[in-house]
Nanobody, 115 residues
Framework: QVQLVESGGGLVQAGGSLRLSCAASGSIFSINRMGWYRRAPGKQREPVAAITSGGSTNYKDSVKGRFTISRDNAKNTVYLQMNSLKPEDTAVYYC?????????WGQGTQVTVSS
């Protein structure tokens, strides 16, 4: 089992920045991919960014150039630096970890961007 705990959400004005953190614990060996998803009100959950154990990253088109995903393997933590935030980035953000065919989710953290 893997436990994921997110932190760093909050309320920010448009144009501002936030950094989300996701700390992994438990049986964390062989986690090959971690990422962030989000669910906006009335919408389905969507992928935002992901990073592999080798450091390869990918991003949702609308966040490219504004968001950066990174990981600290020594701390078993993945980060999402979010800059130039827009009201449409408002959502609950979820951390995700892939271990073989098993997927784990965090509890989510609210990000609200005011105009």
């Amino acid at each position: 089992q893997v436990q994921l705990v997110e932190s760093g959400g909050g309320l920010v004005q448009a144009g501002g920045s936030l950094r989300l953190s996701c700390a992994a614990s438990g049986s964390i060996f062989s986690i090959n991919r971690m990422g962030w998803y989000r669910r906006a009100p009335g919408k389905q959950r969507e992928p935002v960014a992901a990073i592999t154990s080798g450091g390869s990253t990918n991003y949702k088109d609308s966040v490219k150039g504004r968001f950066t995903i990174s990981r600290d393997n020594a701390k078993n933590t993945v980060y999402l630096q979010m800059n130039s935030l827009k009201p449409e980035d408002t959502a609950v953000y979820y951390c995700n970890a892939q271990q073989g065919i098993v997927t784990y989710w965090g509890q989510g953290t609210q990000v609200t961007v005011s105009s």
